[in-house]
């Protein structure tokens, strides 16, 4: 099984809102990963998790809180957010987090819309 | 900081063309570099990795190489079909970071 699985797929949330995204995945990964998708750009870098410990934050705004409970599932609370963060979130892992035959494994997204 | 370029930027060509896509990167101290392909509005899959030891490797109609030392990596498609049609991405990895190209965006007309 070599899939990543988030959920919804969809989120449509007002800038008072609170939500969270899920991120799963059953490979033995222990390296997971946030990025944010803006359209017709490449994904950008939020977060990394290494061992179920934050290891990179790429400066991302507060109201972006990521939550990793075990090896197998990845959070990304979602609070007070600007319509500007609207997105496609993109989770990934990998088998490592560092070496040469590192590969990352994405899902299919979470397409987010703030109004 | 690594830097990564895709060039074209698009790309339209009929069905059953052999066509190559390019990606530039400006440090080659890298680990590996892997190529994507990402769907209108889905996420990415991976089409092919190459270790920084390595010279290319193949999958299928899709081959891939990689020449460090002038900073490049090229995608072979072979015998295109409109099934091909999608943004190819490219992804150097090193120091714990993925660093992505801008893809090419590419249309396989019937």
């Known amino acids: 099984d070599t899939e990543v699985t988030q959920t919804p797929k969809h989120l449509v949330m007002g800038m008072t809102n609170k939500k969270s995204l899920k991120c799963e995945q059953h490979?033995?990964?222990?390296?997971m990963y946030w990025y944010k998708q803006k359209a017709k750009k490449p994904p950008e870098l939020m977060f990394v998790?290494?061992?179920?410990?934050?290891?990179i934050n790429e400066s991302v705004p507060s109201r972006f809180s990521p939550e990793c409970p075990n090896s197998s599932l990845l959070n990304l609370h979602l609070h007070a957010l600007q319509p500007e963060d609207s997105a496609l979130y993109l989770c990934?892992?990998?088998?490592?987090?560092?070496?040469?035959?590192?590969?990352?494994?994405f899902g299919p997204g979470t397409r987010l819309t703030v109004t | 900081k690594q830097e990564v370029t895709q060039i074209p930027a698009a790309l339209s060509v009929p069905e059953g063309e052999n066509l190559v896509l390019n990606c530039s990167f400006t440090?080659?101290?890298?680990?590996?570099l892997q190529w994507f392909r990402q769907d209108p509005g889905k996420g990415l899959t991976s089409l092919l990795l190459?270790?920084?030891?390595?010279r290319e490797q193949t999958s299928g109609r899709l081959n891939a190489s990689l020449d460090k030392s002038s900073g490049r990596s090229t995608l072979y498609i072979a015998a295109s079909q409109p099934g091909d049609s999608a943004t190819y991405l490219c992804?150097?990895?090193?120091?714990?970071?993925?660093?992505f190209g801008s893809g090419t965006k590419l249309n396989v007309k019937p």
């Open positions: 998790y290494s061992y179920e410990k934050l290891s």
């Open positions: 990934a892992s990998s088998q490592v987090p560092q070496g040469p035959s590192y590969e990352q494994y």
């Open positions: 992804a150097i990895y090193n120091f714990n970071k993925f660093y």
């Open positions: 440090d080659s101290a890298i680990y590996n």
């Open positions: 190459i270790q920084s030891s390595q």
């Open positions: 490979m033995g990964h222990r390296a």
